[in-house]
């Protein structure tokens, strides 16, 4: 693994979980339908795993979750918040989400400024300890391997202690430490009681983490470990 | 408050950025002194011909220069997926318009300033005398062509053809300022100087007029 090898845990950082209702969503594309009617209630404290093939639906339906995405149809609420629009979900994409031009340091200072984080600099300090990157806080992220442009990607999805986590494929590109590091922030996070909602492919340690599993095919939900299906035959579902 | 300080700290970035890489400055700067020692060479000026066409040519520099700067302003915060995650910090989105625009502005006028003494030499045009009131319309022109051009810039980098699409885009509708800056531009650097108020009157209501269109659609430029 790259840099310092992380260490602590990420979970008392957080706020109260907050859980998220998916009413009727339908997501247009032209005339693609990327989501079509998905209606899912996820619990406060929660960690979901979305499982499907390429093109279900499952990153539409997290950018969605995230705000990023305004959906076509439908509602998307968070019940346990006073107010919906002052809930803003920690996001991980495909991508970094980060500047390439920038340190991990001005990454995590700047997107700290921004959110109106309490003690900007500390707290990015804080959390490049956490991720490990401490050493390479002063190196242009450009300079990174994937495996650590992922730990900054989730360092900044962190920032503000968000009380929902969604990752869309958190694991890709982690070497096995960096991954092991990842199963264990997770599993610390959801403990804490933060809502997580992942998207993954196939089983894996992480998919050990998930409380429910839930499989999008073209759109729609067609399995969910609430309504009786096992998590094991969902997260497989693709390798069968 | 908010925005005022989200627009501080993009700014900040922007500027950390570019000083950093120093692509765009680099690249108006050489235009823009291109196309002014082209100018004068292949047209020869006697003084009334720089005055007649000099600042024109200037303009014209200008919108070409702005151009080249404004295409990679939203186009490089795809490359990470970077505008995702400015729209999932910042409270108001019209900050990160704001930050842009700016910084912007603030490349373009710097190249300007660099360029408006090699502009005087090559041109024989004394801009002295006049520069306050000089600096006064590049400041109006270069934040109309800005404002214009960030918005349009937001919008072409989510199309197909992005690279085709923002100088179609942005001709047209920088055409009325690019022509009231020359005829201002003119005028000033008249033998017998002349304020045109009613220019830089016009320059202004563009610049407000662009600016309020930003703060209140903005957010639509912005989504997927």
Not at chain 1, 212 to 227: F, H, N, Y
Not at chain 2, 19 to 36: D, G, K, P
Not at chain 2, 192 to 197: K, L, R, S, T
Request: contains cysteine; proline residues 5%; neutral net charge.
């Amino acid at each position: 693994m790259d840099g310092t090898a992380p260490k602590s845990s990420l979970a008392p950082l957080l706020l109260p979980a907050t859980g998220l209702r998916f009413e009727n969503i339908d997501k247009r594309y032209g005339r693609l339908f990327a989501l079509r009617g998905v209606t899912l209630e996820i619990s406060a404290g929660e960690c979901v795993a979305l499982a499907g093939r390429n093109g279900s639906g499952k990153t539409t339906l997290l950018r969605i979750a995230s705000r990023l995405v305004r959906p076509s149809a439908g509602t998307l609420s968070f019940p346990d918040a006073a107010a919906s629009s002052a809930v803003r979900p920690g996001y991980v994409g495909h991508t970094t989400m980060v500047y390439d031009e920038l340190t991990a340091e001005e990454n995590l200072a700047l997107f700290a400024h921004l959110q109106h984080v309490e003690q900007p600099a500390a707290r990015a300090e804080s959390l490049l300890r956490e991720v490990g990157l401490y050493d390479r806080r002063g190196s242009l992220v450009r300079t990174f391997s994937r495996g650590m442009r992922q730990r900054i990607a989730i360092a900044r999805a962190l920032l503000h202690r968000p009380s929902i986590l969604l990752l869309d494929e958190p694991a890709t590109g982690l070497d096995p430490l960096g991954f092991a590091w990842l199963v264990r922030s997770l599993r610390d996070l959801s403990a804490s009681g933060c809502t997580i909602v992942m998207s993954l492919h196939g089983e894996s340690e992480i998919s050990s983490i998930a409380t429910r599993a839930v499989r999008l095919d073209a759109g729609k939900v067609v399995e969910d470990s609430k309504s009786g299906a096992s998590l094991h035959s969902i997260l497989t579902f693709e390798a069968a | 408050m908010s925005l005022f300080s989200n627009t501080t700290v993009l700014l900040g970035k922007e500027l950390r950025t570019e000083f950093r890489s120093r692509e765009l400055l680099t690249t108006t700067a050489v235009f823009i002194l291109v196309v002014l020692i082209m100018f004068s060479f292949a047209i020869s000026p006697t003084a009334e011909e720089s005055r007649a066409f000099g600042p024109g040519l200037l303009w014209l520099a200008i919108l070409f220069a702005a151009s080249l700067m404004l295409q990679p302003c939203f186009l490089r915060e795809q490359t990470n997926d970077t505008l995702s995650s400015l729209r999932l910090a910042v409270s108001d989105p019209f900050a990160i318009f704001l930050a842009k625009l700016a910084a912007n502005t603030f490349f373009l006028l710097l190249t300007e300033l660099l360029m408006l003494p090699l502009f005087a030499v090559f041109y024989n045009i004394p801009v002295w005398p006049q520069l306050h009131y000089l600096l006064l319309v590049l400041f109006l022109g270069s934040l109309g062509v800005s404002t214009a051009g960030t918005a349009l810039s937001a919008i072409s980098a989510q199309a197909r053809m992005r690279e085709l699409l923002l100088p179609l885009l942005l001709l047209p509708i920088l055409t009325p300022v690019l022509v009231v800056s020359a005829i201002v531009t003119v005028k000033l650097l008249d033998r017998d100087p002349a304020i045109e108020w009613k220019g830089i009157g016009f320059l202004a209501v563009f610049d407000i007029v662009f600016l309020t269109a930003l703060w209140l659609f903005g957010e639509y430029l912005l989504e997927e």
